[in-house]
């Protein structure tokens, strides 16, 4: 039994709202719904809140989704709309991912108004990104750059750009094209060499486990992605990932099969321990947990552990 209106619990930043829309949408679509039938509920998480520090620094992963989670659970929503990539590997008891929407382009997006492309920036020009993943890789590539932190939502940070504070940023190219404004990207990186977060271009839809409401979600989840995001998932959290840890990867469904690349590297970019798996679509969650243990074996817990403690 489903009470009307669904309450969708979002983070208030422009591209968290475009997201619950987009949600509320299909769900209307395929139950045949108005939008009427769907309440939008803001929720400020504590990662909205801390703006002044790295959010690495504050406690990783969870600092966008545990107030949502905290309002599914004392029944002020029904369901909560979140970027995979921000929710952490474990729910609380009784919540589950009831249904992912079809990936969007899981790519990094560069943006600069100096350079058409990362390899384009003069020595020296200095990169904003708040991503440990993406200052790793940028200094990786380029290691006469300076990489700094560079916090807010997309529309912050490309006034910032705009403003002459860093010369360049990187975001989603997902969250771009959901805002419509997928012109803002110079360029876009390959995910051959530049490993996108686990996760990234994915909505998640999370729901109280079992009953009414997750089946209501479910008629919208998309397979692929779905597959998709198990076998990343299950990457990260055999590597118990969390924002302290620069973790990437990234794997494609195509008909049956299922091919995943995953990456461990440290944050100045120097030390990185890479690997590769294919296999059938139902074994996602057990390519991506293999993956992850060879990269155990060949890093070493030592090198696993002093990358958490960063």
Known sequence: MIDFPVRIATRGSPLALAQAHEVRDRLAAAHNLGQEAFEI????????RITDRPLSEAGGKGLFTKEIEEAL?????????????????????????????????????FISHVASDLAGLPRGSVVGTASLRRQALVRRARPDLEVVTFRGNVQTRLEKLRRGEVQATLLAAAG???????????SVFDPAGFLPALGQGIIA????????????????????????????????????????????????????????????????GRTEFATSRSGAVGEAGALGQDAAEEIIAEAGEAFLAELRSH
Do not use: Y
């Not at 990932?241 to 195509?254: K, M, Q």
């Open 41 to 48: 509920v803001v929720i400020r998480t504590t990662g909205d």
């Open 73 to 109: 659970a004392d029944d002020r929503a029904d369901l909560a709309v979140h970027s995979a990539k921000d929710v952490p590997t474990w729910l609380p008891d009784g919540m589950t991912l009831s249904a992912v929407l079809p990936r969007e382009d899981p790519r990094d997006a």
């Open 176 to 186: 771009l094209n959901r805002l419509g404004m997928p012109e803002v990207a110079t």
């Open 205 to 268: 839809i999370e729901t109280r486990a079992g009953g009414a409401m997750a089946a209501f979600v479910a008629a919208i989840d998309h397979a692929d992605s779905a597959a998709a995001l198990q076998c990343e998932r299950a990457f990260l959290t055999v590597l118990d990932g969390s924002c302290r840890t620069p973790i990437a990867g990234h794997a494609t469904v195509e008909g049956d099969r299922i091919s995943f690349s995953g990456l461990v590297i440290s944050p100045d």
